[in-house]
């Protein structure tokens, strides 16, 4: 089982640059979330879809915006990369509902120079 | 707003010992969910038990089990026959509203010695 999909796994970008990241599950799930991780803390919700069609703000959405391409997939793009962007970013995906796990991909290692 | 807080930055336990992780949250909504996550060296978020607040029975899973205490919003992890395995940063969090926005503390750091 695939699970959820992130692509790329590292990038190095320049500040300025745009980029976005892609996001993939296979597990028929409703909604799907974009993280980052930053050293030393736990995950930030940056934005979420609670089902296709829908996309909100999470805590930090400054700087970014997302797609909900399709019930399978939801990208994350950052037009102008600044520094403080340097972060790891995490797709997850669940079942509609407060009880359901999330489950997350494998991360995306983002530097900006 | 929500917010969780784990006090511990690092522990350390002996293989085979039991283990208590701290975690405290704030939150005005009703219902809600808490989760214990753990990512181990290699990156992936791994849930390792969750807890619906209306629940008064604490859940467990297998070596893994919570103590909820809802009227001082805590929900601290407790980890018996600690395994090499175990080692980790585990995160807690607290989920709410229907599409389940999780809000995640600063991470415990354990590390398990044979």
């Known amino acids: 089982n695939a699970g959820v999909t992130q692509t790329p796994k590292f990038q190095v970008l320049k500040t300025g640059q745009s980029m976005t990241l892609q996001c993939a599950q296979d597990m028929n799930h409703n909604s799907m979330y974009w993280y980052r991780q930053d050293p030393g803390m736990g995950l930030r919700l940056i934005y979420y879809?609670?089902?296709?069609?829908?996309?909100d703000k999470g805590e930090v959405p400054n700087g970014y915006n997302v797609s909900r391409l399709n019930k399978r997939e939801f990208s994350l793009r950052l037009e102008s990369a600044a520094p403080s962007q340097t972060s790891v970013y995490f797709c997850?995906?669940?079942?509609?509902?407060?009880?359901?796990?999330?489950?997350f991909g494998d991360g995306t290692r983002l530097s900006i120079l | 707003a929500q917010t969780v807080t784990q006090s511990q930055p690092e522990m350390s336990v002996q293989e085979a010992e039991t283990v208590t992780l701290s975690c405290t949250y704030d939150t005005s909504e009703s219902n809600y969910y808490l989760f214990w996550y753990k990512q181990p060296p290699s990156r992936q978020m791994i849930l390792v038990i969750r807890q619906e607040a209306y629940k008064q029975q604490n859940a467990t899973e297998n070596r893994f089990s919570v103590n909820f205490q809802k009227a001082a919003k805590s929900f601290s992890l407790k980890i018996s026959d600690s395994q090499l395995g175990d080692t980790a940063m585990y995160f807690c969090a607290l989920g709410t509203g229907g599409a389940q926005k999780l809000v995640f503390g600063q991470g415990t750091r354990l590390t398990i010695n044979p």
């Open positions: 879809s609670a089902s296709e069609g829908t996309t």
């Open positions: 997850a995906s669940s079942h509609r509902g407060g009880d359901q796990p999330q489950h």
